[in-house]
């Protein structure tokens, strides 16, 4: 089955505790993204990587590091969490069109909520 | 102002009725649009595409695209209690590898 796998689903933690939310999917897609989701602020991204070894900030990247050492697996670290960081993170994935740069047609995960205490 | 923008609702509609959501996007050179539908508590799923001014049908599901006023919009026809959810309008623009979301729409279809 297609799927792009995150975890931890919940997590609670205090300020200043590294974490690692960790992102797979089985699909070969290229194209990796994280997202967060706040009431009324929509999907904004935080990192992308269109490849092994290609990583690049998205709209909101202040807090978050990205690794892609390998092209199933696109981790999102939080160095030193703060309680703005509480949100719903989500990780998508896509194919690449060489035209287009990334389809748009993401495939996400099922979510991971945080709260920062 | 918004890059993408979305009437955040409530949209009510009884069950077996037109539901129209609408979305408006503020740059010119955007390319290519899509809905997602991402129900209570779930992640986003992707349930159309549009490319090129006009109309695309699939099921119950018609897009509506008009580049000169920057407008797109999804008609989901005989409308159940089960599209029940939040529908996200994302714009690409070209040359940028991203999509922008808006805030989403919520619909509540009511038997």
């Known amino acids: 089955e297609a799927q792009v796998t995150q975890n931890p689903r919940y997590l609670i933690t205090v300020t200043g505790k590294k974490l690692t939310v960790t992102c797979s999917q089985n699909m070969n897609h290229e194209y990796m993204s994280w997202y967060r989701q706040d009431p009324g602020l929509g999907l904004r991204q935080i990192y992308y990587s269109m490849n092994v070894e290609v990583t690049d900030k998205g709209d909101v990247p202040e807090g978050y590091k990205v690794s892609r050492k390998e092209k199933r697996n696109f981790p999102l670290i939080l160095e030193s969490p703060s309680p703005n960081q509480t949100s719903l993170y989500f990780c998508?994935?896509?194919?690449?069109?060489?035209?287009?740069?990334?389809?748009?047609?993401?495939?996400f995960g099922e979510g991971s909520r945080l709260t920062v205490l | 102002q918004k890059e993408v923008e979305q009437n955040s609702g409530p949209l009510s509609v009884p069950e077996g009725a037109i539901a129209s959501l609408n979305c408006t996007y503020s740059?010119?050179?955007?390319?290519?649009f899509f809905w997602y539908r991402q129900y209570s508590g779930k992640s986003p799923e992707l349930i159309m595409s549009?490319?090129?001014?006009g109309d695309k049908e699939d099921g119950r599901f018609t897009a509506q695209l008009n580049k000169a006023s920057q407008y797109v919009s999804l008609l989901i026809r005989d409308s159940q209690p089960s599209d029940s959810a939040t529908y996200l309008c994302a714009v690409k623009m070209r040359g940028y590898n991203k999509l922008i979301f808006g805030a989403g729409t919520r619909l509540a279809v009511h038997p």
């Open positions: 549009i490319y090129s001014n």
């Open positions: 998508a994935s896509s194919s690449l069109r060489e035209r287009y740069g990334n389809t748009g047609e993401l495939f």
């Open positions: 740059d010119r050179v955007s390319q290519s």
